[in-house]
């Protein structure tokens, strides 16, 4: 990132898609160029949770639109992150290719408390620098992400399934606005936001902040019409009631500053928003323009700057499950050494095989036997903050693949297959548990078809060392069975 100072962000929610262009200057953003794109995804779910062949097509095209974009842009200086609407599709490994090659850059589907993390990034670089904790609130078209922070740190990440496309559906699906159904949208929401209230109601935090679409369309609703002086307040969320009820339709509400775009999504994200301010005791909410795409911009500038919260998520994780960090870091440098000749120019698969070794031991905390399933479960089924779906399910296979059978490698990269090899090895050469792992004057290296892998170890020390020998000889026959060759010439292997 360094040979440019220009980055990008693709912020692909269940209302809205849009990107943020942006230069660094002085470890701050400065936009160039946005763009908006209101493709209204998450109304393209079916009953069945699938996407709709007419939705994925709209998104392809808003998608190849963006691409253009960003046709020159380098792929370390582009994150796009995708959020509820693909987090739910049960179809998204049917769409998600063709969707990654219209924008021509990989797109990381992430969890509802990254979400919230990087809401909270995004919000809180455009607030004033105070100690005060702050509620942030993000409803968005799938879900709603709650967040209490202060300065630049989040303390609480939550993330429910409320959001204001799916609850404009669910219960205003003809745009009819009445008493009754605006009644059951608010108890619906209540509901779901009750076991938050204990973390989330006001004593816990000062000032309660609004972001994203819902809470800036509701802001300027009851500003331009004189129903609040500044931001959204219960007397404000009070009056607009009365008149969209008056109105009994969505189509019939006369309101400065009811954008086309947010008509039909209104109902259901004052409902959630009414919900909340009841639930939490807020009486007055303010609104800022930072948000989750200005929180991926300085989350990417982050990891370019060595500062990557993916880092600090394993060290929790090594803590939490108690694992043994000499055995881990010892692993981590084998692992790393040996990934390194194998396929030199792969930082960021170096950087994840190094995060997959320090924690492959884990599983440990559950149970010894097959420790390294264990492991995988929880990597796979965690919240992870700072990775993607994608990112953890890679780990997830990786770290279950440390031992026992290989796993089908008909379809990996042969940057996929020498981590893997990389981190099998070290697991191996380990497994003495001992500082003194790793002898002089070792060498390795591999082809570049990814398929033929060459470790040379000292025969002297391999003489000493006769349960390596006898792992290596079963290595090495694993391997071969998928057409993989390793050859460790001290062994005639």
Excluded at 21 to 41: H, I, M, N, Q, S
Excluded at 371 to 389: P, Q, V
Excluded at 443 to 470: F, K, M, S, T
Aim: hydrophobic share 45%; net charge negative.
């Amino acid at each position: 990132m360094s040979d440019s100072p220009v980055i990008a962000a693709v912020d692909l929610g269940s209302n809205s898609f849009r990107l943020q262009v942006a230069r660094v200057v002085d470890g701050e953003v400065f936009p160039l160029e946005t763009r908006k794109e209101t493709v209204r995804l998450g109304a393209g779910l079916d009953r069945t949770g699938r996407l709709t062949p007419a939705a994925q097509a709209e998104l392809i095209e808003a998608l190849g639109r963006f691409g253009e974009v960003l046709a020159h842009f380098q792929p370390a200086c582009v994150r796009a992150v995708a959020t509820n609407t693909f987090r739910v599709a049960s179809n998204r490994q049917d769409f998600l290719p063709a969707a990654e090659a219209a924008l021509g850059y990989p797109i990381d589907i992430i969890n509802g408390r990254e979400e919230a993390r990087l809401i909270y990034i995004g919000a809180a670089h455009s607030l004033p620098s105070t100690r005060e904790r702050r509620l942030v609130l993000d409803i968005g078209g799938g879900s709603t992400e709650l967040i209490i922070g202060s300065g630049l740190r989040a303390y609480v990440t939550e993330s429910v399934q409320l959001g204001c496309v799916a609850w404009s559906m669910r219960y205003f699906p003809d745009g009819i606005i009445n008493a009754e159904r605006l009644a059951a949208a608010e108890l619906a929401a209540r509901g779901t936001l009750l076991p938050l209230v204990p973390e989330f109601r006001a004593d816990q935090w000062h000032r309660a902040v609004g972001t994203s679409g819902t809470a800036r369309s509701l802001s300027d609703l009851l500003e331009l019409n004189g129903f609040s002086r500044m931001g959204i307040t219960r007397e404000g969320l009070d009056r607009l009631r009365e008149i969209m009820l008056g109105a009994g339709h969505i189509d019939a509400i006369q309101l400065h500053g009811l954008r086309p775009d947010r008509r039909p999504v209104l109902p259901g994200g004052f409902a959630i928003m009414n919900a909340a301010f009841g639930m939490f005791g807020i009486e007055r909410m303010g609104v800022t323009y930072g948000a989750l795409r200005d929180g991926i911009l300085y989350d990417l500038m982050a990891r370019a700057a060595s500062q990557d919260v993916r880092d600090r998520t394993v060290a929790n994780f090594v803590r939490r499950f108690q694992a043994d960090v000499g055995q881990s870091e010892r692993v981590r440098l084998l692992a790393e050494d040996i990934f390194g000749h194998f396929r030199p120019g792969s930082p960021e698969i170096l950087h994840r095989l190094g995060m997959a070794a320090a924690l492959h031991e884990i599983g440990r905390a559950i149970a010894h036997h097959d420790y390294y399933r264990h492991t995988a479960y929880i990597l796979a089924w965690s919240d992870m903050l700072g990775f993607s779906e994608r990112e953890q399910a890679w780990l997830s296979w990786l770290t279950g693949s440390q031992s026992g059978p290989l796993p089908e490698l008909a379809r990996s990269s042969p940057d996929d297959r020498a981590a893997l090899l990389a981190l099998r090895l070290a697991v191996l050469l380990a497994r003495a548990r001992s500082d003194c792992v790793w002898p002089d004057g070792w060498r390795c290296g591999a082809g570049e078809d990814g398929r033929h892998y060459e470790l040379a170890l000292p025969e002297a020390w391999l003489n000493d060392a006769p349960l390596i020998v006898q792992a290596l000889h079963e290595e090495q026959a694993l391997w071969q069975t998928i057409g993989i060759t390793l050859t460790v010439p001290a062994l005639g292997l």
